[in-house]
């Protein structure tokens, strides 16, 4: 045998050999791995320092946290291919049930486990825009103007454009409609019909002005603020935020539309991982205390709405009033939005190619 093909035989023997012993070291026990999104890389940078003093005073035990950031859709994806995540800290609840489902590595019921649907944390769809505001966009009307260039996330990979896109499709339902308790008033189905018709044609045409998409929220951030493309960009109120104050020297502006999405991602153990690594009481306590007072102070210090009501009240400043709806009150289950509007052939790629005129 080559001595190149022989090398490569001994490494892919020695491999599969020291694979298990890590996963049943004692070490690996004292480890997890949390897979997260794109826009969370502030608040689990501060939270895990705060989780690893908090477990050594609760159990003596000195742990520690590791941490995987990327588009939420290619992040649940990762994990089903065999990618280490004790827990899950993703955009959107269907990016956890896919974990669920295809790789059966936690229970369908996992969202009951928690307080909040287990949500610790929520946020919303706002825009940032440049100093002054030379396009002047004050609400979703703005962003159909042809001379208006946005900047998104792609939705078939990152949770935060799902979200974009459906703010977008709320509005425009908003607009039509009146009153959104109308979508569940069977004498209205004609109504209905008709202003689903119109918020699909809004949502068109908002995405003719969106040139390129990056695979997750953090990249399409970087290309509007430090790559200086487009005009607007679709985001997290926490990254909005976090730009603002971050990149002050250029004056970015943060704009609440008249209506938007209240986004609620959502965390998770995955069960048949931590079993596995034997991490399950350090897995466990990690979402339990973001609940907590001390995670929730660090929550809203990066721009996330905590749940924790008392703390939130604390921040009133930093997080304005504005109109939310739900998914549940607009588009049904995420099983339902997911279907319909973000799998291969759906609403959303049947749009990008009329678009292309195709």
């Known amino acids: 045998m080559p001595l190149d093909r022989l090398f490569s035989s001994l ?7 020291i694979v298990p012993i890590i996963g049943c070291s004692p070490e690996s026990g004292r480890q997890i791995t949390n897979v997260s999104y ?3 890389r502030e608040i689990y ?6 989780f690893v003093k908090h477990y050594k005073e609760l159990k003596g035990v000195d742990v520690t946290v590791s941490q995987t950031h990327g588009g ?10 065999g990618q280490r995540a004790d827990v899950v800290t993703l955009a959107l609840s269907y990016d956890i049930d896919i974990i669920a489902g295809k790789a059966n590595l936690l229970p369908a019921d996992w969202q009951s486990r928690l307080e909040n649907n287990s949500c610790p944390y929520t946020s919303t769809i706002v825009f940032l825009v440049r100093k002054d505001n030379p396009k002047n966009i004050r609400d979703w009307d703005d ?3 042809p001379e208006v260039e ?3 996330p792609d939705p078939k990979t990152s949770g935060g454009a799902r979200w974009n896109y459906l703010a977008a499709w709320g509005y425009a339902l908003k607009q039509e409609l009146g009153d959104l308790s109308v979508l569940k008033d069977p004498e209205k189905a004609e109504e209905v019909k008709a202003a689903q018709l119109k918020a699909r044609e809004f949502v068109k045409n908002m995405f003719k002005n969106v040139k390129t998409m990056d695979p997750g929220a953090r990249g399409a951030t970087a290309r509007f603020a430090d790559q200086g493309a487009g005009d607007v960009l679709l985001a997290w109120e926490n990254e909005a935020l976090l730009y603002s104050k971050q990149r002050a020297d250029k004056g970015f502006e943060v704009v609440v539309p008249s209506i938007t999405i209240r986004a609620e991602p959502p965390v998770a153990l995955v069960d048949k991982n931590v079993d596995r690594y034997g991490s399950r009481e350090i897995a466990e306590e990690y979402l339990r205390y ?12 990066n721009y996330y709405r905590p749940s924790n009501p008392e703390i939130l009240a604390k921040y009133e400043n930093v997080f304005k009033p504005v109109e939310m709806f739900t998914i549940g009150e607009v588009f049904g289950s995420w099983r339902d939005v997911q279907q319909q509007h973000f799998n291969n052939d759906a609403e959303f790629d049947k749009m990008i190619m009329e678009n292309a005129g195709r």
Do not use: H
């Open 11 to 17: 490494v892919l023997t020695s491999a599969l050999l």
């Open 38 to 40: 794109d826009p969370t």
């Open 72 to 81: 939420s859709g290619s992040q649940a994806l990762s994990v089903v291919n």
């Open 143 to 145: 962003l159909l103007r």
């Open 150 to 152: 946005i900047i998104t």
């Open 290 to 301: 973001l609940y907590q007072p001390p995670a929730q102070e660090i929550i809203a210090k």
């Open 45 to 50: 940078k501060e939270y895990n320092e705060l």
